[in-house]
């Protein structure tokens, strides 16, 4: 009886060897070379990164760029603007898309939405889930439609081949860890077979000009399951995220090669599906309470959209004993040490005995240094246990010598700041022009150049 046959591949880019390496040679990365066997049945037949790279390897010519046609394409759309928006504008003819998730997220959810948004047939295949279960979320989401087509089985010949028959306007495969590749050696969800699934899938997007949307599975890490190259392979990755307390989600692109990776799209979880979130400044701002010491509000950006969140600071004093505590929620950590420093340097207020926390309320993510000033107000407010006017919001970026300086759409905040209501909006010295413009005689706009004068702005009327 033929023996089977050992192999190890690296997790980060698929490179394979005979023999096990502490390093990879070709990404460098430490402990990543995964053991798997070659059945005896499989030895001998076609490799599968012969399977994976059969594009590029088909009538290869040289062209100058100059002498190739451009081709313009229409994007298509699904009836959902907030998608829409992070994949720049709709599906790319041929592209090959990965969303990925934390389970129960709703990425299965949101796609059999955007099946049921399109007029023109769809194929969606699900190696999770029967058909009976597939029609009962597709009630609940009010998408049964007779375009929609479904399949259950996990064969990627089966489902090219049967994609290639109906030729539908989207297909989409849930998930990529559930397909098998007859040649492939490996169980489902193997680095072998996934990386074999996704080159079958994405030759046929490249041939047909059928885009195809792969639901992909994360690690306990938060990484995409799978071998490190199924990234590289893929158009778009777009990653699906949310605290299980709250009902919002949050689509992000890290990865677009025909579009931004600045966007976002938000949704609210409902039982009728995934609803879009048009306005989420009030979202983030509903239940504020007045005049409580530690709260401000920052004019924030996710791409073209601002989006006003409340920044909450506690600082409470030090009863253990111990080391003062550093905590941040949504926030990053390295900005609030930043910002006590300057605190405490240039404004001679220190927070060495009390533990001090940090958050952005509704489980957001601030990353953009504009953020500087309302983690700053916040943290000040607090350790001086003065409130914040309710009408006042602001942006800005604090350096380490105090200064506050400009930022970006400047315009744009500050003209939702006005849209909601607010009364008074802090803005750095460089960017008075643009805020001005916006706030006409709707707003007080108040103009800062250190962190002494934001300070007190934000803390009077």
Partial sequence: MTKDKVAYVCNECGYDSSKWMGRCPACQSWNSM???????????????????TATANKGGRLQSITDIAAEHFERITVGLPELER????????????LVGGEPGIGKSTLLMQVAAGLDQPVIYVSGEESAAQLRLRAERLSALKENLFILTGTDVSEVVNLAVEKRPA????????????????????????????????MQFAKETGIPVVLIGHITKSGSLAG??????????????????????????????????TNEIALFEMTDRGMRELT???????????????????????????????EIQALAAP?????????????????????????LEKRLHLGAGNVDVYVQAIGGFRLSEPAADIGIMGAIASSLRDRPIPHGTA???????????????????????????????????????????????????????GTVMEALAELLTE
């Fill in 170 to 201: 989207l297909l989409i495969v849930d998930s990529v860890q559930t397909l098998t590749a007859p040649d492939a050696a490996g169980l489902p969800g193997s680095i072998v077979q996934v990386r074999a699934c996704a080159g079958s899938l």
């Fill in 86 to 97: 992070v994949l720049g504008g709709g599906f790319v003819p041929g592209s090959l898309v």
């Fill in 394 to 448: 602001g942006f800005g970026e604090i350096g380490l010598s105090g200064e506050v300086r400009g930022v970006s759409k400047a315009e744009i905040r500050t003209r939702e700041a006005v849209r909601l209501g607010f009364k008074k909006v802090v803005v750095p010295n460089s960017n008075l022009g643009e805020a001005q413009k916006a706030a006409g005689t709707a707003i007080k706009v108040a103009a800062v």
């Fill in 279 to 309: 306005n989420p400044s009030e979202l983030f701002l509903s239940g504020r309470a007045l005049d409580v010491a530690g709260s401000a509000v920052v004019v924030a950006m996710e791409g073209t959209r601002p989006i006003l969140v």
């Fill in 34 to 52: 995964v053991e798997f066997k070659i059945p005896a049945r499989a030895v001998g037949g076609k490799s599968v990164s012969a399977n994976a």
């Fill in 227 to 260: 071998p490190k190259i199924l990234e590289h392979m893929v158009d778009t990755v777009l990653y699906f995220e949310g605290e299980a307390q709250f009902s919002y989600r949050v689509l992000r692109a890290f990865k677009n090669r025909f579009g931004s």
């Fill in 318 to 342: 030090n009863t253990t004993g111990g080391y003062p505590r550093r905590l941040s929620t949504g926030v990053d950590p390295n900005r609030t040490a930043v910002m006590l420093a300057v």
